[in-house]
T-cell receptor, first 116, second 114 residues
Framework: AQKVTQAQTEISVVEKEDVTLDCVYE???????LFWYKQPPSGELVFLIR??????QNEISGRYSWNFQKSTSSFNFTITASQVVDSAVYFC?????????????FGQGTELSVKP | EAQVTQNPRYLITVTGKKLTVTCSQN?????MSWYRQDPGLGLRQIYY???????DKGDVPEGYKVSRKEKRNFPLILESPSPNQTSLYFC?????????????FGPGTRLTVT
């Protein structure tokens, strides 16, 4: 069965600390997509990254980086030198190929609080 | 500008009073869906549509209806809302999967049923 687990419900850090948000997924499909979304206090969902199952390269975008490891079914997200504006709820999500990429299966979300 | 719009953004209603939340996208996407977000549960899919006149149930369809008469619109209908449908609702659209596949989300509709 498909499932996404974000074991960290809440994380609190002080500004400039590095923080890693964990995401573990389960799927029977060999072709799938993984996503991270940010939900700031205003409520909208902001797309951060998409990875397909054939691309295990890690990715870096500014202070954000993602580590995809198929061997452990994990897709972790690291924020380097965190800032107060990073405070938000972060969701990891999975989309399986047989769903024609349509349905997203979300984790429960991790609420990140960055204090000044 | 590519976008998904939802209306209303906020709604407070009473039990049993039928309501419709509209969703529209301007990207000519085939796939549209509705999600609800509840604390500790993440987002769960309610209904989806893969094209005009093609709709199907997601994981939590009870108490909801949808229609897809035009490609751009995908309204969510609550025929007889109940307090357990108090939630934050998101509409999403995408192309069917491909190299540049991405889901676009609307801004959300916060619904309170008293």
């Amino acid at each position: 069965a498909q499932k996404v687990t974000q074991a960290q419900t809440e994380i609190s850090v002080v500004e400039k600390e590095d923080v890693t948000l964990d995401c573990v997924y389960e799927t029977r499909d060999t072709t799938y997509y993984l996503f991270w979304y940010k939900q700031p206090p205003s409520g909208e969902l902001v797309f951060l990254i998409r990875r397909n199952s054939f691309d295990e390269q890690n990715e870096i975008s500014g202070r954000y980086s993602w580590n995809f490891q198929k061997s452990t079914s994990s897709f972790n997200f690291t924020i380097t030198a965190s800032q107060v504006v990073d405070s938000a709820v972060y969701f990891c999500a999975l989309s399986e190929w047989y769903n024609q990429g349509g349905k997203l299966i979300f984790g429960q979300g991790t609420e990140l609080s960055v204090k000044p | 500008e590519a976008q998904v719009t939802q209306n209303p953004r906020y709604l407070i209603t009473v039990t049993g009073k039928k309501l419709t939340v509209t969703c529209s996208q301007n990207m000519n996407h085939e796939y549209m869906s509705w999600y609800r977000q509840d604390p500790g549960l993440g987002l769960r899919q309610i209904y989806y549509s893969m094209n005009v006149e093609v709709t199907d149930k997601g994981d939590v369809p009870e108490g909801y209806k949808v229609s897809r008469k035009e490609k751009r619109n995908f309204p969510l209908i609550l025929e007889s809302p109940s307090p357990n449908q108090t939630s934050l609702y998101f509409c999403a659209s995408s192309r069917l999967a491909g190299e540049n596949y991405e889901q676009y989300f609307g801004p959300g509709t916060r619904l309170t049923v008293t």
